[in-house]
T-cell receptor, first 110, second 115 residues
Framework: QKEVEQDPGPLSVPEGAIVSLNCTYS??????FMWYRQYSRKGPELLMY????GNKEDGRFTAQVDKSSKYISLFIRDSQPSDSATYLC??????????FGTGTSLTVIP | GAVVSQHPSWVICKSGTSVKIECRSL??????MFWYRQFPKQSLMLMAT?????????EQGVEKDKFLINHASLTLSTLTVTSAHPEDSSFYIC???????????FGQGTRLTVV
């Protein structure tokens, strides 16, 4: 079993839709959770960073962590064509080693 | 957020030659940097963990004599692909984070094409 599972998609939504991206994990030691956005042929860009369980909101993006279910989500409201990218979840117990999902490819159709 | 700069962003080299990729932390010191390899439409694969002042720790299956890592200062790590072959063509990405933080920040990535 992989440490982190993420549906690779692809996911296509119309502009303005709410997008839900998810990852599950197996290691209960993970405490720090991140979402990255990666455009084609670019390095990943940190979008959201969350410690332990709870919600965090930043503009149109909301990150949720449910440690009891070992499940994290990223919600994108009012999705825009510029949100089209691959979204990677990542997590770490202490910061010394990071574990990544496979990434979900998202296309927002104008 | 913290800034990690990677250079070059794109390189083409002939088979058998060596290529050096630099990863710099611009506004923080990084005792640890990570090197990843990414194939098209796949996630990041950790190759090695670069430790300042000591030997890098390589993941299973990664040839340490082929992928030489040097972390000579707190702001610079280099990855040298030695005797490159076409199968080494890939997207190489480094990451690092400030010691007080547990976020990872990534460089822009280097697309290596070996012909």
């Amino acid at each position: 079993q992989k440490e982190v599972e993420q549906d690779p998609g692809p996911l296509s939504v119309p502009e303005g839709a709410i997008v839900s991206l998810n990852c599950t994990y197996s290691n209960s030691a993970f405490q720090y959770f991140m979402w990255y956005r990666q455009y084609s042929r670019k390095g990943p860009e940190l979008l959201m960073y969350t410690y332990s369980s709870g919600n965090k909101e930043d503009g149109r993006f909301t990150a949720q962590v449910d440690k009891s279910s070992k499940y994290i989500s990223l919600f994108i409201r009012d999705s825009q064509p510029s949100d089209s990218a691959t979204y990677l979840c990542a997590m770490t117990p202490t910061g010394n080693q990071f574990y990544f999902g496979t990434g979900t490819s998202l296309t927002v159709i104008p | 957020g913290a800034v990690v700069s990677q250079h070059p962003s794109w390189v083409i080299c002939k088979s058998g030659t060596s290529v050096k990729i630099e990863c710099r932390s611009l506004d923080f010191q990084a005792t640890t940097m990570f090197w990843y390899r990414q194939f098209p439409k796949q996630s990041l694969m950790l190759m090695a963990t670069s430790n300042e002042g000591s030997k890098a720790t390589y993941e299973q299956g990664v040839e340490k004599d082929k992928f030489l890592i040097n972390h000579a200062s707190l702001t610079l790590s280099t990855l040298t692909v030695t005797s490159a072959h076409p199968e080494d063509s890939s997207f190489y990405i480094c990451s690092a984070g400030p010691a007080w933080n547990t976020e990872a920040f990534f460089g822009q990535g280097t697309r290596l094409t070996v012909v």
